[in-house]
């Protein structure tokens, strides 16, 4: 019986018991553990370094209130890369593919953002939804409009990363079954559609990693207008 494609984004299951806790926690088994020693492996120097320089780029234009936030941005970033990255192997089930998991992220961060604004800033806070020197007759419409764009703002990042993610896997599924069926009738077309698909995987590799990327950024910067 042929499967759909949209198959491949249902959280497997074994005897009835679903896997997607397990796929969200494997990513954590795979990095080694740093060490209180002065002289690392190169494994774990590089990824100091790595981890060190992604948080250098998303914490630079943040002023020093903001930097407490650094370890959870930084851990949720390499987190969302690899679970990205991990969904492009075979046989395998990528979790950020689901909405309900990427808005889990999204609302509750962006929700501190919005309160520590609140809290630290409220003038400045509201303020954001008055831009300056805006005509009193289009004060209230401006007012509504910066409401709805900023509770809109949870549902574009968890919008973006899963329909960037299923979109890439839905492709290269399609490209794999054209090239797959045109085997046996038109080789040379196949071998084509192959080249496609080797190309369109790299290009899913670095998809995956800008859209965890994008992720964090965004969220660095909504923290931005509130600290």
């Known amino acids: 019986m042929m499967l759909s494609f949209f198959d491949q984004f249902m959280s497997p299951t074994y005897m009835g018991i679903p896997l997607i ?17 002065w002289i690392n492996n190169r494994l774990l120097t590089l990824q100091g370094w790595f981890i060190n320089r992604l948080s250098q780029q998303i914490f630079l234009p943040i002023n020093q209130g903001g930097h407490k936030w650094a370890v959870l941005l930084t851990s949720l970033m390499i987190f969302l890369i690899t679970l990205n990255m991990l969904g492009l192997l075979p046989y395998t089930f990528t979790p950020t593919t689901q909405l309900s998991l990427n808005m889990a992220f999204a609302v509750p961060l962006w929700l501190a953002t919005v309160i520590i604004g609140m809290r630290h800033q409220p003038t400045a ?11 009193t007759p289009l004060i209230p419409v401006l007012i509504i409009i910066e409401t709805i764009s900023l509770f ?13 993610l299923t979109a890439g896997h839905l492709l290269i599924q399609l490209i794999a079954t054209a090239a797959f069926v045109l085997l046996p009738m038109m080789p040379t077309v196949a071998i084509l559609t192959g080249t496609v698909l080797f190309l369109l995987t790299l290009l899913e590799v670095a998809v995956a990693m800008i859209q965890a990327y994008v992720f964090v950024l965004l969220l660095s910067l909504y923290l931005q207008e509130n600290v």
């Open 21 to 37: 806790a397990l796929a969200i926690i494997l990513p954590w088994t795979l990095y080694p553990t740093p060490t209180a020693r």
């Open 125 to 135: 806070a509201l303020g954001h939804l008055l831009p300056e020197g805006t005509p």
């Open 152 to 164: 809109i703002r949870p549902l574009a990042l968890g919008v973006r990363l899963t329909a960037n």
